[in-house]
């Protein structure tokens, strides 16, 4: 699979990664790597933070646009 972003720019490189958000392919240069904290909901509305981290991958455009709310 081509990376969406170098394939916009008329170059063409390899994907190796898939946009959380928008599932656009990704190269390791238009990747960017987040850690996502992970929760767990228990009875009478108690949410724990788990200590464990997942991992996203995130396009550019996704990343800027979900960073809106922190301005």
Not at 14 to 36: F, G, N, R, Y
């Amino acid at each position: 699979m081509i990376c969406y972003e170098c394939h916009k720019a008329a170059t063409r490189q390899e994907a190796v990664a898939i946009c959380h958000h928008c599932s656009a392919a990704l190269c390791p240069e238009h990747a960017t790597l987040l850690k996502d904290p992970m929760t767990a909901q228990y009875a009478v509305g108690k949410t724990v933070v788990l200590p464990l981290l997942a991992r996203i991958f995130l396009c550019s455009v996704c990343r800027e646009a979900l960073r809106q709310d922190r301005q």
